[in-house]
């Protein structure tokens, strides 16, 4: 059946299109783009005053199948990637058991196939169990489909065991991705270290703890030549030895998550645990540091680190409580509220961000709105209005640290495909 | 009548509260000097302390102070606790507040546990010491006790000497001291500060010799060698070198110079058998004052004007 997309406004930079147009679809397919475009019969969706975007891809998530089922599972976690208007997400390994196995990619895959609402992309463990002493079977995940690596939620902290892993790496092709992290000086930190750290009374996880990773790491490339993402950027200092590493052309890509580009270490006023993450909310500093970078294309991607928790457990105290926060039904109305409606951004900046970006750091398939790609499509109505709330939120878990914010814009549909997974905001089981 | 439900941190007390509850503790220390010590004052209310982690000192002082106003007092210890059965603190809250208690005192191993406290119940509540953050009561009595022996507070200069970090204690001193106009100076290794001194509000030295001519008050600190992760400084004979008090220090300190230490005390390392034993140290005079102002905190929460303090 062919569908057609008709009057919205068309953004893609990698095809040079920016123009309201229309686009049909035909098995899955986009098969036309252009002007005053009809079909025959069909279904025609009126995308007026809407903007279609080439589909948008998470890099970060936390998908939690297997072992916490309670906080999110493949079908919830992506049914809020369609609800925020992703038609892709990357699993991140840290599961119970961790994703270090061909046979646990296959597992998540399967489990995608069956119930996943957006497409989903595996990332394997770098070490047995994230342990950070072995390799874990690199070679067998990546041909069972794993896209990438990494030891999210802990880092790799020697040196030794990172350059091994980085060498290996190189033989399938796959990148790195790095949680920056030295816990021998972050150890026990929960908030940033500073002003607030200081006031409330908590440890404090510095940001060299974060940049003396990143400096390794980057070292690290020039000695191996393996492909480097790095993970939720949040300080100042790491996107200088981001932006020194690019100017010498290294192959080093890097992504910053929506709460450290929308809130600082002044939102924690009390001891609200939705505010606490790894790494922590830093200054007002490192936050209009990581904007600057989003704007002049230091940033790759903005990638959530969707991080769903049972209540239960961000109940407790706040050294007690996990980190994290969920973030893929409210990326894409943030970036449109703080810096798309404010000019600082355009459409196909945000197209670049977070379609194209995420999918060249990780080795993706490209998707673009040219004739002839994959119909993974993003349609945003950016009037709409949205109050973040917890029956708003479709995710299991409720642990936004955006509880209360009242955004601008929002997906209305989401096409996989050229089958939708979200259609007029509302996500299609 | 205090300006707050609750006592959390000493950003909940204006000057004027600090006031009130100093010479509401004057008041309640003549009764404490009496040989019946009981006042009506709290009779019906309950009080609950709350001290989910191990305290002697502090727990005691408030439970005095609960009985001499004639509240029920019950004791919530670590050990006796649903916590330890994995209850989470906010069910704690709600099985408390279920039982129309009317003063929670809290003491916790972690920040913000009084916050979450007065979050999810409606008593009133007492911040008695959460982890690394602040201790209202204990600065509280701290002033009761300059105040008494200095005959005021305004203008004093309060070195706070050693383990700034890890202290509670200094987390509500400085601020407290900032309130009624005295000048906090924090002194230790940089080891043993927080990252931002500064945001506190008091200037913050690394030589206990350089500041000590100033002081009119040295407020030793314990080294909380339990929280910390890494020894912070290479011995103790080397801490007590440049960081503890000794006679030879207190000779060379202003003649009227007073010595005052929270406790526990580790003799030998922050401060000296000798120091802590003579007639300039006030650590006991502290532990004395806690009571009263303690038995102050609870009635200005509590009971307020209405039912007066001479009985």
Same mark, same amino acid.
């Given at each position: 059946m062919a569908l057609l997309l008709k009057g919205g406004r068309v953004v893609d930079p990698a095809v040079g299109l920016d123009a309201t147009l229309d686009i049909v679809i035909r098995d899955g397919v986009i098969a036309e783009v252009g002007e005053d475009l009809s079909i025959p019969k069909g279904e025609t969706i009126d995308c007026a005053a809407k903007v279609v975007?080439?589909?948008?891809?998470? %890099?970060?998530?936390?998908?939690?199948?297997?072992?916490?089922?309670?906080?999110?599972?493949?079908?919830?976690?992506?049914?809020? %990637?369609?609800?925020?208007?992703?038609?892709?997400?990357?699993?991140?390994?840290?599961?119970?058991?961790?994703?270090?196995?061909?046979s646990g990619v296959r597992f998540l895959l399967e489990r995608a196939e069956d119930v996943g609402v957006v497409r989903v992309h595996v990332i394997g463990a770098v070490t047995r169990g994230q342990r950070g002493e072995a390799l874990a079977e690199i070679g067998d995940m990546r041909a069972e489909g794993a896209v990438a690596f990494s030891d999210d939620g802990h880092g790799i902290q020697t040196g030794g065991m990172a350059r091994i892993a980085m060498d290996y790496l190189k033989a399938f092709d796959a990148v790195m991705i790095s949680h920056a992290e030295d816990s021998s000086l972050s150890s026990g930190g929960v908030v940033n270290e500073g002003v607030i750290s200081t006031r409330l009374g908590l440890p404090g996880w510095p940001a060299a703890a974060e940049e003396a990773m990143v400096a390794r790491d980057i070292r690290l490339v020039e000695l191996t030549g393996c492909r480097l993402h790095l993970a939720h950027l949040s300080t100042a200092g790491s996107i200088a030895l981001v932006r020194d590493a690019k100017e010498r052309g290294l192959p080093v890509t890097c992504e910053v998550t929506p709460h450290h580009l929308f809130l600082d270490e002044e939102a924690l006023s009390g001891y609200d645990t939705n505010l606490k993450m790894n790494p922590p909310l830093r200054t007002a500093a490192d936050r209009e540091a990581l904007i600057e970078a989003v704007c002049d294309g230091t940033v790759d991607c903005i990638a959530t680190d969707h991080a769903p928790h049972a209540l239960h457990e961000k109940e407790l105290e706040f050294e007690l409580a996990p980190f994290g926060t969920t973030g893929l039904e409210t990326a894409l109305s943030l970036v449109n509220t703080h810096l798309v409606s404010t000019e600082k951004l355009d459409w196909a900046a945000v197209a670049r961000l977070m379609a194209h970006g995420p999918r060249a750091a990780l080795g993706l398939p490209n998707v673009t709105l040219a004739a002839g790609s994959v119909a993974d499509i993003t349609i945003v109505d950016p009037e709409a209005k949205v109050e973040v709330t917890r029956d708003w939120l479709v995710g299991t878990s409720k642990n936004s640290a955006f509880l209360g914010a009242r955004l601008l814009g929002k997906a209305s549909d989401v096409l996989i495909g050229g089958y939708f997974a979200l259609r007029n905001g509302k996500v299609v089981a | 009548m205090l300006s707050c439900k609750h006592i959390l941190t000493m950003d909940d007390l204006s000057a004027a509260d600090i006031v009130q509850i100093l010479d509401t503790a004057d008041s309640f220390s003549e009764v404490n000097e009496r040989r019946i010590k009981k006042l009506p004052t709290l009779r019906g209310r309950t009080v609950v302390n709350l001290f989910l982690e191990p305290s002697t000192r502090?727990?005691?002082?408030?439970?005095?102070a609960a009985k001499r106003l004639s509240a029920d007092g019950l004791n919530f210890t670590a050990s006796s606790s649903a916590t330890v059965?994995?209850?989470?603190?906010?069910?704690? %809250?709600?099985?408390?507040? %279920?039982?129309?208690?009317?003063?929670?005192?809290v003491r916790h191993k972690y920040a913000g546990a009084p916050q979450m406290l007065a979050e999810s119940m409606d008593a009133c509540i007492v911040n008695g010491g959460d982890g690394m953050h602040q201790h209202p009561t204990q600065a509280l009595l701290d002033l009761f006790t300059m105040r008494s022996r200095l005959g005021r507070l305004e203008g004093l200069t309060v070195g706070i000497v050693g383990d700034i970090y890890h202290s509670r204690v200094a987390g509500s001193l400085v601020p407290a001291l900032k309130k009624v106009g005295a000048r906090p100076i924090v002194i230790g290794p940089p080891t043993?500060?927080?990252?931002?001194?500064?945001?506190?509000?008091?200037?913050?030295? $690394?030589?206990?010799?350089?500041?000590?001519?100033?002081?009119?008050?040295? $407020?030793?600190?314990?080294?909380?060698?339990?929280?910390?992760?890494?020894?912070?400084?290479?011995?103790?004979?080397?801490?007590?070198?440049?960081?503890?008090?000794?006679?030879?220090?207190?000779?060379?300190?202003?003649?009227e110079m007073i010595v005052m230490h929270p406790g526990p005390m580790n003799r030998g390392v922050e401060i000296s058998a000798e120091v802590a034993d003579s007639p300039r140290s006030l650590v006991l005079d502290q532990v004395n004052a806690g009571v009263a102002v303690r038995m102050a905190v609870m009635y200005l929460l509590l009971g307020g004007a209405e039912s007066g303090v001479a009985a």
């Open positions: 975007l080439p589909g948008l891809v998470d %890099a970060h998530t936390h998908l939690r199948e297997p072992g916490r089922e309670d906080e999110e599972t493949v079908e919830s976690g992506t049914r809020a %990637a369609a609800h925020g208007g992703f038609t892709a997400v990357c699993a991140m390994p840290n599961t119970d058991p961790v994703c270090d196995t061909g | 502090t727990r005691t002082s408030f439970e005095i059965k994995g209850e989470s603190l906010r069910d704690t %809250a709600r099985t408390l507040s %279920a039982m129309s208690c009317d003063l929670v005192v043993l500060m927080p990252a931002r001194p500064d945001v506190l509000g008091a200037d913050v030295v $690394y030589s206990l010799d350089e500041a000590l001519p100033e002081l009119d008050v040295a $407020y030793m600190l314990r080294v909380q060698f339990e929280r910390a992760e890494r020894m912070p400084f290479p011995s103790n004979r080397e801490y007590a070198r440049f960081y503890g008090m000794n006679g030879a220090r207190l000779a060379a300190a202003k003649p």
